[in-house]
């Protein structure tokens, strides 16, 4: 097993492609469980990997760009209205200088920053975080929950009230239903019950959670 503190961080470049039509066509094919066994070593060996989904459209995603660029560039104060912090800010926006990020206060953390060779190094930086992030909650919701606020009412801005919520359910379902059919392949992959992962992550509190 390949540890981040003492090996070299994986760039993109190196990242193994993987993909999810060979087992959307064909899950039983030797094809695609080969890729399968791949999708699980690169889990193992680098905690990341890609994934080409053929049901991905460029449309989608352009349409979910357009909306974001336009939704972060309006004011300040317009923005704070879709701020939830009585729930923690589970739902809606986090505005800039909200949360303050463990890695600058956690000396391992810094260690292993200091390993990554510089070309992949994130940039050091103290204080709050300065991005905004917008929470969208995706996927199926629990019957019965303990954790109401986890599962808040979404929040839709105003001035997108009439292409919010399909932009952002149709991009945010086409992640979920990759990482699905990822999740069914690495399972296969370390030679488990296919769907192993995807039960455990069913009722999940799953969030499509852009940032500026």
């Known amino acids: 097993m390949v540890h981040a503190e003492h090996q070299p961080q994986a760039t993109t470049d190196l990242l193994p492609i993987i993909d999810l039509g060979l087992y959307l066509q064909n899950p039983d094919a030797p094809d695609a469980i080969a890729e399968s066994k791949r999708a699980a070593d690169a889990i193992r060996d680098y905690g990341a990997l890609i994934v080409k989904d053929p049901r991905v459209t460029e449309q989608d995603n352009n349409n979910f760009i357009d909306l974001m660029e336009d939704y972060f560039n309006q004011d300040f104060d317009v923005k704070l209205k879709d701020a ?55 996927g199926e919701q629990p019957p019965a929950t303990k954790f109401p606020r986890l599962n808040a009412e979404p929040v839709v801005p105003e001035a997108f009230k009439d292409v919010w919520s399909e932009t952002m359910d149709v991009w945010g379902n086409t992640l979920h239903k990759a990482v699905l059919g990822l999740a069914e392949m690495i399972a296969v992959g370390f030679d488990l019950p296919k769907k192993t992962f995807v039960d455990m992550a069913q009722y999940g509190p799953h969030l499509l959670a852009p940032t500026a």
């Open 84 to 138: 939830r912090p009585e729930y923690g800010y589970q739902v809606g926006v986090t505005p800039e200088l909200t949360e303050d990020p463990k890695c600058p206060k956690d000396p391992h953390c810094l260690d292993i920053i200091d390993h990554i060779p510089e070309a992949n190094r994130p940039l050091k930086f103290h204080g709050a975080d300065p991005k905004w992030r917008f929470f969208w909650r995706i």
